[in-house]
């Protein structure tokens, strides 16, 4: 009431606006989005980047490429190879988020205190992954920069997850990193795991 001015900008701006910026990784974007807005779509959108994930590692598989006959469609559909791909995808992405929130919980036990904490931060992470969704296209326009464009994709989700935690915890931005080079690590070990078992990753 002093000031005259809303404490946060981006209530006044459209919301394409507010989704450049969130693209840009603007702190004050992912703030507005996370405090201000009642977006409930993380289960969704977590569940809907991790089919494109694994629709994209099941194209990776020679023996999902090498029949192209149309009759298998629906053999296609039926195949386990995508629900095995689905399944590593969802243990890398839960080992990746219990790396972060066990080095976040041993370096500021007081930052996530209370369960609300622990699900604000669970809800940040999953809606930051929103990049996940640019594979399909990167699939879709198939093309000989296909690896350096799912690096950028890879790349640019990690900035993402960290504004996330930088927002939420309202920490530095040292913090996050070290975060998200623990859950890189454990991830990379989950997917070690699967290798010696002789799984496709």
């Given at each position: 009431?002093?000031?005259?001015?809303?404490?946060?900008?981006?209530?006044?701006?459209?919301?394409?606006?507010?989704?450049?910026?969130?693209?840009?990784?603007?702190?004050?974007?992912?703030?507005?989005?996370?405090?201000?807005?009642?977006?409930?779509?993380?289960?969704?959108?977590?569940?809907?980047?991790?089919?494109?994930?694994?629709?994209?590692?099941?194209?990776?598989?020679?023996?999902?490429?090498?029949?192209?006959?149309?009759?298998?469609?629906?053999?296609?559909?039926?195949?386990?190879?995508?629900?095995?791909?689905?399944?590593?995808?969802?243990?890398?992405?839960?080992?990746?988020?219990?790396?972060?929130?066990?080095?976040?919980?041993?370096?500021?036990?007081?930052m996530?205190?209370?369960?609300?904490?622990?699900?604000?931060?669970?809800?940040?992470?999953?809606?930051?992954?929103?990049?996940?969704?640019?594979?399909?296209?990167?699939?879709?326009?198939?093309?000989?920069?296909?690896?350096?464009?799912?690096?950028?994709?890879k790349?640019?989700?990690?900035?993402?997850?960290?504004?996330?935690?930088?927002?939420?915890?309202?920490?530095?931005?040292?913090?996050?990193?070290l975060?998200?080079?623990?859950?890189?690590?454990?991830?990379?070990g989950?997917?070690?795991?699967?290798?010696?078992?002789?799984?496709?990753?």
């Open positions: 009431k002093s000031c005259q001015k809303p404490v946060d900008k981006y209530i006044e701006y459209d919301p394409v606006i507010i989704l450049i910026n969130a693209v840009l990784c603007k702190t004050q974007a992912y703030r507005h989005i996370l405090f201000n807005t009642k977006i409930n779509i993380h289960g969704k959108l977590c569940i809907f980047c991790l089919l494109c994930e694994a629709y994209l590692r099941w194209l990776q598989l020679q023996d999902s490429s090498q029949n192209i006959d149309p009759d298998d469609l629906i053999r296609y559909a039926k195949e386990w190879d995508f629900y095995r791909m689905f399944g590593i995808a969802s243990l890398e992405q839960t080992s990746f988020l219990l790396g972060i929130f066990i080095t976040l919980w041993w370096m500021r036990p007081k996530l205190k209370t369960k609300s904490d622990f699900i604000l931060l669970l809800k940040a992470l999953l809606l930051s992954s929103y990049g996940k969704l640019l594979l399909i296209p990167a699939v879709i326009w198939e093309h000989d920069y296909t690896p350096l464009c799912l690096a950028f994709i790349v640019f989700v990690l900035i993402s997850n960290s504004q996330a935690i930088r927002v939420t915890l309202n920490s530095n931005r040292m913090l996050p990193w975060a998200i080079i623990f859950g890189l690590i454990l991830e990379n989950v997917v070690c795991l699967f290798q010696k078992m002789g799984w496709d990753v």
